[in-house]
């Protein structure tokens, strides 16, 4: 993958990305527009119409189907590389914000110094999910993925991790 | 409704095509747009694959049900 180096012998642990619930979000507008042509194609049944009139009516939702089919996996493809990778020796931090427009930036395990949990509002708390920010050192840089599902399993997830990765690289210390 | 209806039913037939053809010009930029980003940043190829092609197959179904409709209407 362009920009992300693992390296030989590195074992993927894990991949995050945000609750689903984003995407629902994100594509809501798009699904409520969806819903149009069934609207129209329902609505022509309370006039009296032609089978020509149906076909028309037909290929106008299928060009409005086949747009918004794309345009919602533009909304998937941003979700869906925009994405936290855990190795046994880092993270690798994508953030994905639209097409072409990226930014991939990656810290050391045992450069970690702190990590932040942040749950807001009854629907992060009710669907479990929140905000990651991770403290590194050397670094005023704050890490952070957000609306990440479970947050405190994968809070612990990287802080073992992190304990592993004192441990091989400095034994006295862990 | 059925102004609106006679509205359409008076659109020309080349606007129609041109609008279709839009709708295919619009599909390709946007596939080719998203398959580099499939092939380019892919975490795992095989299962990025899958997904792409999920989106290229709907995509040609609803553009052939789209000229079908618009030929069954034409014609």
């Known amino acids: 993958m362009a920009g992300v180096n693992i390296d030989a012998g590195e074992k993927v642990l894990a991949e995050f990305r945000r609750h689903w619930y984003v ?12 819903l149009l042509p ?13 089978e020509r009139i149906f076909f028309l009516i037909l290929f106008m939702s299928m060009a409005w189907l086949t747009i918004l089919w794309s345009l919602f996996f ?8 925009d994405v936290w990778i855990l190795t046994d020796k880092k993270i690798i931090d994508i953030e994905q914000y639209t097409l072409f427009s990226r930014d991939v930036s990656e810290f050391r395990l045992d450069r970690i ?42 809070r612990d997830m990287i802080m073992d991790w992190h304990s592993r990765a004192m441990k091989v690289n400095n034994p006295k210390d862990a | 409704m059925q102004n609106l209806l006679d ?31 499939w092939r380019e940043y892919s975490i795992d190829m ?15 179904v609803l553009m052939v049900a789209m000229f079908l409709s618009l030929i069954l209407y034409l014609y």
């Open chain 1, 23 to 34: 995407l629902a979000t994100e594509s809501a507008a798009i699904a409520a527009m969806a």
């Open chain 1, 38 to 50: 069934f609207g129209a194609l329902t609505a022509l049944t309370a006039v009296n119409y032609s």
């Open chain 1, 74 to 81: 533009i909304i998937w493809t941003n979700y869906y590389l």
């Open chain 1, 113 to 154: 110094q702190d990590i932040t949990v942040e749950v807001k509002g009854i629907v992060a708390t009710f669907l479990k999910f929140g905000t990651l920010h991770v403290q590194t050192a050397g670094t005023h840089h704050e890490f952070m993925i957000k609306n990440v599902p479970n947050p405190y399993q994968v």
């Open chain 2, 7 to 37: 509205n359409l039913d008076s659109l020309a037939p080349e606007f129609l095509w041109t609008s279709a053809f839009f709708v295919v010009i619009f599909t390709i930029l946007i596939a080719w747009a998203l398959s580099y980003h």
């Open chain 2, 46 to 60: 095989h299962r990025d694959a899958k997904m792409f092609k999920g989106y290229l197959s709907i995509a040609g």
